[in-house]
């Protein structure tokens, strides 16, 4: 499972070792998150599918394990990740049902990287075949997954990742940012006021990101639901009005699939009988969308409220602190913050723990330097 970035291709004609030993570790990673998943879930028909994809896990880390091997290098034990270890604990903390999806994106990460690295390898060249053998099986481990998530589809095709704890990391990162922002303009544009106006300033950027962010959390979410709507109207009267042309398009879909053609038409008159059955086929064959089950309050409550929380960590220290105390453990708990949020997202990009966490304290760090010194040139002005 690619847990970070695979390592750039190798001079063709020459086998990548980094790029062996980045896969060693995310198959070792995979097994361990498999066997994490079969001994939190309940139902033992998926016990039983989680530990046999562990146990193609280890042959893959078998795999690359050799390839090293006969390459000179020499692996120690293994030790997972920080960001593997993170899933993990958040596995533990709200079960299978967080888990899941997460591993489903890893599969369809790993099938991207193994046929890249297919592409990018010279013919001949040790751990070519191999990354292909290895991207069909990580695409049979993706649909396996798929299809006990009850989803369909392909999932390397998919760039997002949704649910209650992306919107708690990302409501949180906004409010967070910009507000850390607004604190460090007011106090580059204050002198004695400062205490005063950082908390006046703070607390009204609070409340606006916070109703901003929840607002847009409940428009997108009841956008998603009235296009769906609209898409599933117009698809109802299509097969009411025109049975036999809707018949006919599912029977080419088939047919596209690789289906005869005669299986495929006697297999779309059998599911128009039923024109319940025949809208739903429908949307998901020619449509290609699926129903929107989040709630727009739900979306806008937790976006809002967690760019609240966000918002009020850079404010905090100067409800309780003075003076310049207040503005370095202002400045010292958003830094650390910036980290701590960047770590989690790494959950759903994918990337390591500690470079996630580094690039979110940069862009804290410019953000407070970038809002101290404009703050700074506008309070001149004035």
Known sequence: MATT????????GKPDLDAFEHHWQDEADAAFLYRLLADAESDPGKQDIYRRLADVEDRHLEIWADLLAKNGR????HRPTARTRLLAFLGRRFGPGFLLPMLLAEEGREVKAYLDMHRTTGRGVAGRDEALLLAKESAEHATTLNVVAGRSGEPWHKTGAGGFLRNVVYGFNDGLTANFGLVAGVIGASTSTTHHAVIVAGVAGLSADALSMGSSGYLAAQSEREVYAHEIAMERDEVALMPEIERDELALIYEAKGMDADSAYRIATQVMADPERMLAEQVQEELGISESHTSPMREAWITGTATAIGALIPVLPFLFLQ????????FAVAMISHWVVGAARSVFTGRSVFRSGMDMFVVGLGVAAVGYYVGEWVGKLL
Do not use: R
């Open 74 to 77: 020499t692996l120690g034990p």
């Open 323 to 330: 003076g310049n105390v207040a503005v370095i453990v202002s």
């Open 5 to 12: 970035s695979p390592p750039k291709p190798a001079p063709v």
